[in-house]
């Protein structure tokens, strides 16, 4: 009788456990227990513009930079977790042609990804009447860049992804935070009324990303990563290197991965690499 209740209190005890992780897979909000963003990953071209979730090497990003005098979008990297444990942890029973196969395997397939800025950032509150619109050519203009605000600040955008992760593995992907239409007419147009209307020699402002993932169990349930939140600095000409030691023509391993985030760019390269070369050159004494 005691072997029998034993036998059927096991039962009963996977049963919990498995009905508790079907649970927890069906559940739209947030699942940080089974999908986890742990950081943010670094490339640069000492680790060749390769990222590798997982390595002691690996170096991780406290903050972004992103130089708007170069690029107008900012690439981030999420390192994240699969926390879900394999089916013969949960079940005693590895996958055999009698058994289900690897089911908590994740493949990550969309970014959504949000932005938050400071009261300073704008000229004013868009929402009050005597609101500032100077700086937009037009009304039509400033409608335009009214709803490109509401959409990446005071919403979200949803982005195509790749990665994937074993159970209890790492992984990494690669998202697109600032995209590069958010970047031209919203962060942009701010620097440059700065830097025209203010007289303000080198802007610059922090404002934070949010980002979190979406993936797919091999049994087809959806999974929702927790808020990965990292702040960047937004800036004009802050990554011109003048550096008099750097020759006319520089190396490859001179050049960022991502010229304008993160890393400085050698003065001798904005021409071909920055979307307004000028202010780097006048920095430098060039012009």
Partial sequence: MRRKFTKLGLSALLSVMLISMTGLLS????????????DAMAMTQQQQC????GGGAQIIRPFGVLDLAITNSYWLFPRFKNMMPTLAEITGEGPSSGAPTETNYLSIYKAVTGVEVGADFLVGDPNEPDFDVSIWDNEPDYNAWYALWQRYVEGRVSSIVAASAAPTEEGAVAVQAVNPEFGNFVLERQMMDLINDKAVTSPGYWLTLKVKLKAMTQDLKEITSNDFWFPVEICWCCLCL???????????????CFPGQDDAVPVTLWGLLANHPECCWKKCGWI
């Fill in 27 to 38: 559940c739209p909000a947030e699942q940080p227990q089974a999908l986890l963003i742990l």
């Fill in 242 to 256: 003048c550096d008099t030691n750097i020759p006319d023509i520089p190396g490859s391993s001179q050049v960022p």
């Fill in 50 to 53: 390769t990222i590798r979730p």
